[in-house]
């Protein structure tokens, strides 16, 4: 597991490789990651936009942004955590991926921009 802290937001990133929904011989390789945002900072936030980098050992490279995690605009209140899972596939059995949040503090309207640390995402069998 990786985690960081930015503003007073922790992000904390755990992956698992996903074999019954990949396809390795069609160069298709899932992986699953699970997120846990942890507020630590003194005002509530809501997460509002989501921006990825993804990489794989090919050296292909992807850009994902959207609105919310999964369907959600959570809001976290100051102690409160938040997690959820998603996935990922690649056209290989390696890769990274790091990104950003878009946070608003409700406090004020102020958005601030939540880390989310570089993870690996490696197929077991690679590490034998």
């Known amino acids: 597991m990786v985690a960081q802290i930015t503003d007073g937001v922790k992000v904390s990133v755990e992956t698992t490789y996903q074999p019954e929904y990949s396809n390795p011989s069609n160069e298709h390789f899932m992986f ?3 997120i846990q945002i942890e507020n630590l900072s003194g005002y509530a936030v809501q ?3 989501r921006h990825w980098h993804i990489f794989d050992s090919n050296g292909n490279r992807r850009e994902v942004e959207g609105e919310g995690v999964v369907g959600l605009q959570p809001v976290i209140e100051p102690g409160q955590t938040h997690e ?3 996935g990922c596939n690649l056209q290989t059995d390696m890769g990274t ?3 950003s949040y878009e946070m608003k503090r409700l406090v ?3 958005s601030i921009h939540v880390n989310i640390p570089r ?3 490696i197929a ?4 034998n």
């Open 47 to 49: 997460l509002m936009r």
């Open 84 to 86: 959820y899972v998603s």
């Open 97 to 99: 991926m790091h990104g």
């Open 124 to 127: 077991p069998f690679k590490l």
């Open 119 to 121: 993870f690996d995402l």
């Open 108 to 110: 004020d309207g102020e």
């Open 32 to 34: 699953a990651y699970r």
